[in-house]
């Protein structure tokens, strides 16, 4: 995969995930009522958001990438790499921008307090027991 590509790819579930905030909690129903029987089809405001802001799943997302090249940029440096250690740390680097109101994208509860409790969860010693997709706001070990 070539970085181009790779950039294509963050720009699309960016803009994804922008045009689906205004519905991501509603029904279908809903969806239609509000939009019309297409549905949503263009970008539009949400919580006080402009149109074509996006969640906190791409800003978890790009914290991912955040770690996982820190992590890649350390092991050929250093010799070192430790993939879930670098990737918790880009999670608690985003975690401070959520005291900033323009930053906070609504980030699920789990996923803040897995991250405020200090403590980076492994498949072995997991820190919570949700079984949401914000739980993985504390890497597991991977591979």
């Known amino acids: ?14 803009v994804g995930d922008a045009l689906g905030a205004p519905v991501e909690f509603m029904s279908l129903a809903a969806i239609k009522q509000r939009y019309g029987p297409q549905g949503i089809t263009d970008l539009d405001d949400w919580s006080g958001f402009p149109a074509g802001s996006y969640t906190d799943d791409t800003q978890m997302t790009l914290s991912t990438i955040e770690g996982m090249l820190a992590a890649q940029a350390r092991g050929r440096e250093r010799g070192i790499v430790n ?18 109101a323009y930053q906070r994208r609504a980030p699920g509860n789990t996923c803040l307090s897995a991250l405020r409790s200090g403590t980076m969860g492994v498949v072995a ?19």
Do not use: D, F
């Open 83 to 100: 993939w879930q250690e670098q990737v918790y740390h880009a999670y608690l680097r985003w975690l401070e921008t959520q005291n900033e």
């Open 125 to 143: 010693t997991p820190i919570n027991n949700s079984k949401g997709a914000a739980a993985s706001c504390a890497p597991r070990r991977w591979g």
């Open 1 to 14: 995969m070539t970085l181009e590509q790779i950039r294509g790819c963050l720009l699309g579930l960016a």
